[in-house]
DNA sequence: ATGTTC
C-alpha cells in the first residue's frame, strides 16, 4: 500500500494503471476510486479529501468515483460521480453545482477550413455581436407563458417558439427535456433572473468556440456522425446562468433551515434525502434549470445559424449536446442487480454505451456521443460511450481538462501579456469582454487535456472519435 | 459558476 496523502491514515491502494483506490476507513460507507497517474494524484490532495466525504453520504451505493479531471469543488468535488438509493438516499445541490446543465454543445458545418480561413476574423465578431456575453448579460426578456414552457418542457417548448427544428431533439441528451420540471417549485427571484438571461454565454469558462477536426480516431464512427477532417464545427459551453445559481442558493439555504442538526463532515454537503417533500422540489427545480440551460444553448444555436446563413449562406446541424452538472434518475447494476439510483454527476458526463436502451436509433449502433472541452487555446475531443463503462462508474466520464489553480491563483501566477501572445502564435483569435477571465483560463490554469483524454480512453471510460483544435474563441 | 461578498 503506498501512502500518497498528506494526513495519517490516508491510504491510497494502486489497483492497476490509472486506477486508485481508497478503501473505505471512518465514516466512509463505501471505497472510492480515482483514475489518474501518480503526477495527477498528487495535484489533487483537497479533492481527494471532498471525495472520501461523499462516500460518507447516507445511501450512497458501490463507491464514490473521481475522474481524470477531478479537482476541488463546493462540498463535493468537481470531476465526481455518487449514486444514492432513491430510497435511502440523499440529494445535494452540492454534488450537483451551482450551474445546474452546464455543459457542452457541438454543431457541425458543411464547411471546410478553406471555406472561412479568410472570413474567420468576420464569422467570430458577427457571432460576438449576435450572443451577449459576460457576467450580467441580458437577452430579451421572455413573458411568463413562454417560460414556463421553456423550464417545464425544455427545447421542445423552444422549438414551438421559434429556436430550432425538431430534428435537434434527438441529438440532445435526453432530448433536452427532463422531468419532473413545476415552475411552482422556483422562487420569484429565480424566475426574475432567469426570465431575461436565455440566450446568454456568462463568463469564466463559458465559451463558444469555432474549431476544426484536426485528426479522426475512428473512420466508422466519424462517418456515422458525420464528420470528416478539416471540417469546420462550434462548439457552445454553457449553462443554466443567474437561474440555476439562484435555484441552487435557494435550495442550499431552504436545506439548512430544515436540516439544522444535521452532522455532516462538511456544511457544504448539505443535502436533503431524495424521498423528502424537499428533497423531491429541489429535483423539480434543478430539472427547470437543466431544461433552462439545454435551451440556453439551444437558442444560442439559433443565433449562431443566423450568422452562418448571412455569412456563409450555409447552417449548422447538432452533433450532440450534453450535461456535466446533474443529478438524474437511473438505473444500474448494483451487486449483479439492476437498481433504480440518483446519480451525481459534478463536472462529469454521462456516457452511455450502445446497449443502453435510453439512446435514440440514430446511436444504437455507436453508442452515446460525449464532449470534451479543452480550455481555451488547447484542444477538444469528441468520444463515444462504451458498454465497459457502466462497470467502471456508471456509465460516466471526465467533462473537461480540470482546473489546477484556482481563479486567484492563476490571477497572482500568470501574466496576460504572455497569455495573448502565445494564443496569437498558435493563430487563435479571441474575444473577449473581461481580460481578467483570460488569466483565469489561461491554459497554464488546468490540466493538460490530452492527458485526461489518454486515461479516459486508455481506461474505456468513453472512447475517443475526434481532435477539435481552436480557430477562435468568443469568451465572457 | 455568479447582478463576482444577497
Redesign the pocket.
Same mark, same amino acid.
Given at each position: 500500500m503506498l501512502n500518497f496523502g498528506t494526513k495519517e491514515g490516508d491510504f491510497i491502494r494502486k489497483i492497476t494503471k490509472y486506477v486508485f483506490e481508497i478503501p473505505k476507513e471512518k465514516n466512509m460507507k463505501v471505497d472510492a476510486y480515482i483514475f489518474t497517474d501518480e503526477k495527477g494524484l498528487k495535484e489533487i490532495t483537497e479533492a481527494i479529501e471532498q471525495l472520501k466525504n461523499v462516500a460518507s453520504l447516507p445511501g450512497i451505493v458501490k463507491a464514490a468515483y473521481g475522474m481524470p479531471d477531478i479537482h476541488w469543488g463546493?462540498g463535493f468535488p468537481i470531476g465526481g460521480v455518487a449514486a444514492f438509493d432513491v430510497e435511502e438516499g440523499i440529494i445535494s445541490p452540492g454534488g450537483v453545482g451551482?450551474?445546474i446543465n452546464?455543459g457542452v454543445r457541438l454543431l457541425k458545418t458543411p464547411l471546410l477550413y478553406n471555406d472561412v480561413k479568410k472570413h474567420l476574423e468576420k464569422l467570430i465578431q458577427k457571432i460576438y455581436e449576435i450572443v451577449p456575453v !459576460?457576467? #450580467?448579460s441580458t437577452s430579451k426578456k421572455f413573458n411568463k407563458k413562454d417560460f414556463k414552457n421553456i423550464i417545464e418542457k425544455g427545447v421542445k417548448g423552444a422549438i414551438e417558439i421559434g429556436y430550432g427544428y425538431p430534428e435537434d431533439l434527438e441529438c440532445i441528451e435526453d432530448n433536452g427535456h427532463i422531468t419532473p420540471a413545476s415552475i411552482k417549485d422556483i422562487s420569484n427571484?429565480a424566475y426574475?433572473?432567469g426570465r431575461e438571461?436565455l440566450g446568454t454565454l456568462?463568463?469564466?469558462?463559458?465559451f463558444i468556440e469555432i474549431q476544426m477536426i484536426e485528426q479522426i480516431y475512428d473512420k466508422k464512427v466519424a462517418n456515422k456522425l458525420g464528420i470528416v477532417e478539416n471540417q469546420i464545427i462550434i462548439m457552445i459551453h454553457?449553462?443554466s446562468? !443567474?437561474f #440555476?445559481?439562484?435555484v441552487a442558493?435557494d435550495y442550499i439555504q431552504l436545506m439548512r433551515n430544515s436540516f439544522k442538526n444535521l452532522s455532516i463532515p462538511d456544511k457544504q454537503l448539505i443535502y436533503a434525502p431524495f424521498k423528502s417533500e424537499l428533497g423531491q422540489k429541489y429535483f423539480s427545480a434543478m430539472n427547470c434549470a437543466a431544461n433552462y440551460a439545454f435551451v440556453n444553448r439551444q437558442i444560442i444555436t439559433h443565433y449562431i445559424r443566423i450568422v452562418l446563413s448571412e455569412l456563409f449562406n450555409s447552417s449548422a446541424q447538432l452533433i450532440y449536446d450534453v450535461a456535466h452538472n446533474i443529478a438524474k434518475l437511473e438505473t444500474h447494476i448494483i451487486n449483479n442487480e439492476l437498481k433504480k439510483v440518483i446519480i451525481h454527476r459534478k463536472g462529469a458526463t454521462r456516457a452511455f454505451g450502445p446497449n443502453r436502451n435510453e439512446i435514440p436509433q440514430k446511436f444504437k449502433q455507436i453508442g452515446q456521443p460525449v464532449i470534451i472541452p479543452g480550455d481555451m487555446g488547447t484542444a477538444s475531443y469528441l468520444l463515444v460511450g462504451t458498454d465497459e463503462s457502466e462497470n467502471i462508474a456508471f456509465s460516466s466520464t471526465a467533462h473537461g481538462a480540470g482546473r489546477l489553480l484556482g481563479?486567484r491563483q492563476a490571477i497572482r501566477q500568470l501574466k496576460l501579456n504572455k497569455i495573448l501572445s502565445k494564443l496569437h502564435k498558435s493563430g487563435i483569435i479571441v474575444k473577449s469582454k473581461?481580460k481578467?477571465t483570460i488569466i483565469?483560463?489561461a491554459p497554464e490554469a488546468y490540466k493538460d487535456i490530452d492527458k485526461v483524454i489518454e486515461i479516459t480512453n486508455y481506461l474505456s471510460l468513453s472512447k475517443k472519435i475526434a481532435r477539435m483544435i481552436p480557430l477562435g474563441v468568443i469568451k465572457?
Amino acid at each position: 500500500m503506498l501512502n500518497f496523502g498528506t494526513k495519517e491514515g490516508d491510504f491510497i491502494r494502486k489497483i492497476t494503471k490509472y486506477v486508485f483506490e481508497i478503501p473505505k476507513e471512518k465514516n466512509m460507507k463505501v471505497d472510492a476510486y480515482i483514475f489518474t497517474d501518480e503526477k495527477g494524484l498528487k495535484e489533487i490532495t483537497e479533492a481527494i479529501e471532498q471525495l472520501k466525504n461523499v462516500a460518507s453520504l447516507p445511501g450512497i451505493v458501490k463507491a464514490a468515483y473521481g475522474m481524470p479531471d477531478i479537482h476541488w469543488g463546493y462540498g463535493f468535488p468537481i470531476g465526481g460521480v455518487a449514486a444514492f438509493d432513491v430510497e435511502e438516499g440523499i440529494i445535494s445541490p452540492g454534488g450537483v453545482g451551482f450551474d445546474i446543465n452546464c455543459g457542452v454543445r457541438l454543431l457541425k458545418t458543411p464547411l471546410l477550413y478553406n471555406d472561412v480561413k479568410k472570413h474567420l476574423e468576420k464569422l467570430i465578431q458577427k457571432i460576438y455581436e449576435i450572443v451577449p456575453v !459576460g457576467v #450580467g448579460s441580458t437577452s430579451k426578456k421572455f413573458n411568463k407563458k413562454d417560460f414556463k414552457n421553456i423550464i417545464e418542457k425544455g427545447v421542445k417548448g423552444a422549438i414551438e417558439i421559434g429556436y430550432g427544428y425538431p430534428e435537434d431533439l434527438e441529438c440532445i441528451e435526453d432530448n433536452g427535456h427532463i422531468t419532473p420540471a413545476s415552475i411552482k417549485d422556483i422562487s420569484n427571484k429565480a424566475y426574475e433572473r432567469g426570465r431575461e438571461e436565455l440566450g446568454t454565454l456568462g463568463a469564466g469558462n463559458h465559451f463558444i468556440e469555432i474549431q476544426m477536426i484536426e485528426q479522426i480516431y475512428d473512420k466508422k464512427v466519424a462517418n456515422k456522425l458525420g464528420i470528416v477532417e478539416n471540417q469546420i464545427i462550434i462548439m457552445i459551453h454553457t449553462g443554466s446562468r !443567474g437561474f #440555476g445559481h439562484q435555484v441552487a442558493t435557494d435550495y442550499i439555504q431552504l436545506m439548512r433551515n430544515s436540516f439544522k442538526n444535521l452532522s455532516i463532515p462538511d456544511k457544504q454537503l448539505i443535502y436533503a434525502p431524495f424521498k423528502s417533500e424537499l428533497g423531491q422540489k429541489y429535483f423539480s427545480a434543478m430539472n427547470c434549470a437543466a431544461n433552462y440551460a439545454f435551451v440556453n444553448r439551444q437558442i444560442i444555436t439559433h443565433y449562431i445559424r443566423i450568422v452562418l446563413s448571412e455569412l456563409f449562406n450555409s447552417s449548422a446541424q447538432l452533433i450532440y449536446d450534453v450535461a456535466h452538472n446533474i443529478a438524474k434518475l437511473e438505473t444500474h447494476i448494483i451487486n449483479n442487480e439492476l437498481k433504480k439510483v440518483i446519480i451525481h454527476r459534478k463536472g462529469a458526463t454521462r456516457a452511455f454505451g450502445p446497449n443502453r436502451n435510453e439512446i435514440p436509433q440514430k446511436f444504437k449502433q455507436i453508442g452515446q456521443p460525449v464532449i470534451i472541452p479543452g480550455d481555451m487555446g488547447t484542444a477538444s475531443y469528441l468520444l463515444v460511450g462504451t458498454d465497459e463503462s457502466e462497470n467502471i462508474a456508471f456509465s460516466s466520464t471526465a467533462h473537461g481538462a480540470g482546473r489546477l489553480l484556482g481563479r486567484r491563483q492563476a490571477i497572482r501566477q500568470l501574466k496576460l501579456n504572455k497569455i495573448l501572445s502565445k494564443l496569437h502564435k498558435s493563430g487563435i483569435i479571441v474575444k473577449s469582454k473581461n481580460k481578467k477571465t483570460i488569466i483565469e483560463e489561461a491554459p497554464e490554469a488546468y490540466k493538460d487535456i490530452d492527458k485526461v483524454i489518454e486515461i479516459t480512453n486508455y481506461l474505456s471510460l468513453s472512447k475517443k472519435i475526434a481532435r477539435m483544435i481552436p480557430l477562435g474563441v468568443i469568451k465572457g
